[in-house]
């Protein structure tokens, strides 16, 4: 078997027994396959290759962050555990590597002055206006992932409730409670714009794009940046910043640290726990900018 193929049902057996998300398959693939290409390019094999080999390849990246080289080490491993388990190597080289410290970056979030501006800078008087309201409405109500977001159907959402199911990670299901503003602008974009947009075509995406497809996550990023830009935040953001906000408010105000990790859908409270530093370095600010001896 060629280490192309190798790689490909290691990829297979991953997504169909974790249920990887589709950007974690992506990021194994691309560290893979340049792993593939160092070692063909130095005449050498996956099933042959040996804890140097490996080293020689993390090395190869120079400029490489400790993050960027802890992640294809993390891919490695990963393959290696998976040859091991089907008997194809009778050694993990992996084990012989050590991870590097990955210090971890403060998520970028937005106050609340600077969301509810955001919230603000859509034109409701027009469809697209005001699906894009109604689309950073429920991601700052409910912090879903923008990947959640895009993927949701109609079926996914009961206004009458107010709560949306949603397929995080690994297809878990969770169920998270949205705000009455944002049920507001839900049912006004439904009874509005929805049917105008989709001309005609049968959908059960929520927020449809073109020919009814449901958006893309970089379709919905670019909106969010030119809107960022109306409504006069200079800042620079992700497509996860209204998620990090949503965590950081929450904290901000008081919520406890379980009930974000359920809302978020984190597996590992550790993951959650980052938004306690951004409140505690929010507070920190405050007390600097306005005590008299801060």
């Known amino acids: 078997m060629t280490d192309n193929a190798l790689v490909e049902q290691f990829l297979d057996t991953a997504w169909t027994e974790q249920g990887l998300s589709d950007n974690t398959l992506s990021s194994y693939r691309s560290d893979l396959n340049a792993f593939i290409k160092w070692l063909h390019s130095n005449d050498k094999q996956i099933i042959e290759s040996d804890w140097q080999d490996l080293l020689k390849f993390l090395d190869s990246f120079e400029r490489a962050s400790p993050r960027s080289r802890?992640?294809?080490?993390?891919?490695?491993?990963?393959?290696?555990?998976?040859?091991?388990?089907e008997e194809l190597v009778t050694e993990d080289p992996t084990k012989r590597l050590k991870s590097p410290r990955v210090g971890?970056?403060?998520?970028?979030?937005?106050?609340?002055?600077?969301?509810?501006?955001?919230?603000?800078a859509s034109d409701i008087e027009t469809d697209l206006g005001l699906r894009d309201k109604a689309m950073i409405e429920l991601i700052y109500a409910t912090g879903l992932r923008v990947s959640e977001l895009v993927n949701m159907t109609m079926q996914e959402i009961d206004l009458q409730?107010?709560?949306?199911?949603?397929?995080?990670?690994?297809?878990?299901e969770r169920i998270v409670p949205v705000g009455e503003e944002a049920v507001y602008w839900l049912d006004k974009y439904f009874t509005e714009a929805r049917k105008s947009l989709l001309k005609g075509v049968i959908s059960d995406a929520l927020f449809p794009a073109r020919q009814g497809k449901a958006m893309g996550r970089h379709a919905?990023?670019?909106?969010i940046?030119?809107?960022?830009?109306?409504?006069?935040?200079?800042?620079?953001?992700?497509?996860?910043?209204?998620?990090?906000a949503f965590a950081t408010h929450l904290?901000?105000?008081?919520?406890?640290?379980?009930?974000?990790?359920?809302?978020?859908?984190?597996?590992?409270?550790?993951?959650?726990?980052?938004?306690?530093?951004?409140?505690?370095?929010?507070?920190?600010?405050l007390h600097a900018e306005h005590h008299p001896r801060g």
């Open 220 to 223: 919905f990023w670019h909106r």
């Open 70 to 85: 802890s992640r294809r080490l993390s891919s490695l491993r990963r393959l290696y555990h998976y040859l091991m388990r």
């Open 104 to 120: 971890r970056s403060l998520p970028k979030t937005l106050s609340e002055d600077e969301v509810e501006a955001l919230l603000n």
């Open 225 to 244: 940046k030119q809107l960022t830009i109306k409504a006069g935040v200079d800042k620079s953001i992700s497509p996860h910043t209204l998620r990090h």
């Open 251 to 285: 904290l901000n105000h008081g919520a406890d640290l379980r009930v974000v990790q359920m809302l978020l859908g984190h597996q590992d409270i550790s993951t959650t726990q980052i938004y306690t530093h951004v409140a505690q370095a929010r507070l920190q600010s």
């Open 161 to 172: 409730h107010g709560v949306v199911r949603v397929t995080g990670k690994g297809g878990k």
